[in-house]
């Protein structure tokens, strides 16, 4: 079945520990994407890739870190320069073409990260 | 900046009535407009993509429309049932940005 994997799907981080989640995508699109949901409000985006090995910063990426060393791979580290890391995390994919994401966007079943 | 919003943030049908979720947004730039369900805790299910040449589309019970001039979205939902109780999210993307989301209708259809 073709998708996008995210783990793990629950996740906790004792205070000043970095964690990574994990994405996997198996649809060849080019780009991929990071979210952050919090309760009542709508997701905003992290960081995004849209090639390998090329990566740009979303609205909230200060506390985070990405990589792109593969096409299926787009995995994000939540580092404890972040204040407040405890929401749902979303990752998602979509051809990339002409330089604009024109096609669906498509997501994972997310990971919850909790601070403890 | 574009920004996007969801009204009605909530709203409880009988099983069977038709209703509209509306999604407004402030940017009649925007490119595409995706309709998105998120079951609770779950990731998102696309349902609906309206690309920048298209004025509406339809799957099954689903329709939904893209007003840019007036900066507005409507989803229509048929013949509503409980399994379509979700939170439904729509999403714009405009000329070098990536989607922008609104906060999402919550809808519940009840038996």
């Known amino acids: 079945d073709g998708g996008i994997t995210q783990s793990p799907k629950y996740l906790f981080r004792k205070e000043g520990q970095n964690v990574t989640l994990s994405c996997e995508q198996n649809l060849n699109h080019d780009a991929m994407y990071w979210y952050r949901q919090d309760p009542g409000q709508g997701l905003r985006l992290i960081y995004y890739?849209?090639?390998?090995?090329?990566?740009q910063k979303g609205d909230i990426a200060e506390g985070y870190s990405v990589s792109r060393e593969k096409k299926e791979s787009f995995p994000l580290t939540v580092t404890s320069a972040q204040k407040n890391p405890t929401a749902f995390y979303l990752c998602a994919s979509s051809i990339w073409s002409s330089g604009r994401m024109n096609t669906e966007a498509f997501f994972g079943q997310g990971t919850r990260l909790t601070v403890v | 900046k574009q920004e996007v919003t969801q009204i009605p943030a909530a709203l409880s049908v009988p099983e069977g009535e038709n209703l509209v979720l509306n999604c407004s947004f402030t940017?009649?730039?925007?490119?595409?407009l995706q309709w998105f369900r998120q079951d609770p805790g779950k990731g998102l299910t696309s349902l609906l993509l309206i690309q920048s040449s298209q004025r509406e589309q339809t799957s099954g019970r689903l329709n939904a429309s893209l007003d840019k001039s007036s900066g507005r979205s409507t989803l229509y939902i048929a013949a509503s049932q409980p399994g379509d109780s979700a939170t439904y999210l729509c999403?714009?993307?405009?000329?070098?940005?990536?989607?922008?989301f609104g906060g999402g209708t919550r809808l519940m259809v009840k038996p």
């Open positions: 940017d009649s730039a925007i490119y595409n």
């Open positions: 890739s849209q090639i390998v090995n090329d990566f």
């Open positions: 999403a714009g993307d405009n000329a070098g940005n990536m989607l922008t």
